[in-house]
């Protein structure tokens, strides 16, 4: 018990200090090279981030719980690296559809290419989780993290060039991967086959609708990012970044939340216990809420105060856009909790369409509300898809909740 209490503290550990990353690194850039170059960088490390959801295509849950071993190791990577190709080559069509300049285009390019890598990275992980070592996850997401703000840092104060410093955070991203990670993979049983179009072609097809979920969740929350691209300049482009990074604390809140719970839900589920299941979502959606507000609370009086002292800016015009936001992260935080409540009752494919509508109206509001209101339009839209969202969500989890409880009446009937 101690052991698997180590694993999951580091595996925690690892994927916090990860999940920093953007705040991190645009930190980095606006004191070193402007504003200017922060913008580019915040919205084409958002852009990278939305194309990762194609190249790592969802598949590690699929990997991880392999546990027969339908699909080898060497699979999941052959799939891998047929995503991450498909995924530069849209990058550079996006590109040249935007018709950005060869700098900015770069600064995409090789943000890809740091994702490319990672998802390579994220197969090695699937195989420690499947050998039941998140700790080797963890420890591995800790000190590659870690190192890569430190190097990044290095390298940009010594040549305060964004493009060579991306390109050589890559470089170091591989070795990382090839030396540390390759010792930990030594430590465990790496299945190998030759590559099979049949396997690659399944792999796709099964993590299909998780991708598509994915793509679609991350493009909602940056649509007021592409809408700013189309009307706005790299500066308020920055001063959207800097704004909205504090939203992803609630994100991670309702996951660090809901995960103890999953287990507990499910078993509840398949018991039959559907008041057991609406007690322990009510609680969990009223803990969200109670540590929610006692976050925007904290924003409201330190928020501004903190992220100037950070990033160097005058921020003070943009208070009530940024408490918009933070509201509006509280209502994904409701999102992302029901929706893991929805996976462990097997409820999956029906929320493509809750992310899919939110998508259509995410995309049509924020290009009418940034071009006319700028900043205050683009926290206007994040709020209203994310309230949006919430709505969907509740509306589906009830529907479903209610849906399963009159199938169970009829089964007791026959």
Not at 152 to 177: A, E, G, R, V
Request: with cysteine; charged share 15%; hydrophobic share 50%.
């Amino acid at each position: 018990m101690k052991n698997e209490h180590k694993k999951i503290l580091w595996n925690t550990i690892g994927s916090t200090v990860n999940a920093l990353s953007s705040l991190v690194f645009l930190i980095i850039v606006t004191r070193i090279n402007g504003i200017n170059e922060a913008g580019i960088f915040s919205y084409s490390f958002a852009t990278a981030c939305l194309f990762f959801a194609i190249s790592i295509y969802s598949t590690r849950a699929f990997q991880a719980t392999d546990i027969q071993e339908n699909n080898s190791d060497s699979d999941y990577l052959y799939n891998r690296v047929t995503t991450s190709l498909i995924m530069m080559i849209i990058a550079i069509i996006f590109c040249l559809l935007r018709e950005y300049d060869i700098r900015k285009s770069l600064i995409l390019i090789l943000l890809c290419l740091f994702k490319c890598i990672e998802t390579l990275e994220e197969t090695f992980y699937g195989i420690f989780q499947k050998n039941e070592h998140l700790d080797f996850v963890g420890k591995s997401m800790t000190i590659r993290a870690i190192s890569t703000y430190l190097i990044f840092l290095l390298i940009d104060i010594i040549t305060k060039s964004l493009p060579f410093s991306i390109m050589m955070l890559n470089l170091y991203y591989l070795f990382f991967l090839i030396i540390y990670d390759q010792k930990y993979l030594k430590k465990l049983k790496f299945t190998k086959t030759k590559f099979s179009l049949k396997k690659n072609k399944e792999l796709l097809k099964a993590g299909f609708n998780t991708f598509l979920f994915s793509f679609l969740s991350l493009y909602v929350i940056n649509a007021p990012r592409y809408a700013i691209d189309t009307y706005l300049t790299e500066e308020m482009q920055t001063v959207f970044g800097i704004i909205v990074m504090p939203a992803t604390v609630m994100s991670l809140l309702s996951q660090f939340i809901i995960h103890p719970f999953l287990t507990k839900i499910s078993k509840s589920f398949y018991q039959n216990q559907e008041k057991e299941v609406k007690k322990i979502v009510f609680q969990l959606l009223t803990l969200m809420g109670l540590l929610g507000l006692g976050i925007i609370l904290c924003a409201c009086f330190l928020g501004i105060p903190v992220l100037e002292i950070l990033y160097g800016m005058d921020l003070k015009e943009y208070k009530f856009s940024f408490l918009l936001i933070m509201v509006g992260a509280l209502f994904y935080g409701f999102s992302i909790l029901m929706s893991y409540v929805l996976i462990a009752l097997r409820k999956t494919f029906c929320q493509v369409f809750v992310v899919l509508i939110t998508a259509v109206v995410a995309g049509v509001l924020s290009a009418i509300l940034v071009k006319n209101y700028f900043i205050l339009g683009a926290s206007i839209s994040y709020l209203s898809a994310m309230l949006l969202e919430a709505i969907l969500y509740f509306t589906l989890l009830k529907y479903q909740l209610r849906n399963i409880r009159e199938m169970r009446s009829e089964e007791k009937k026959i």
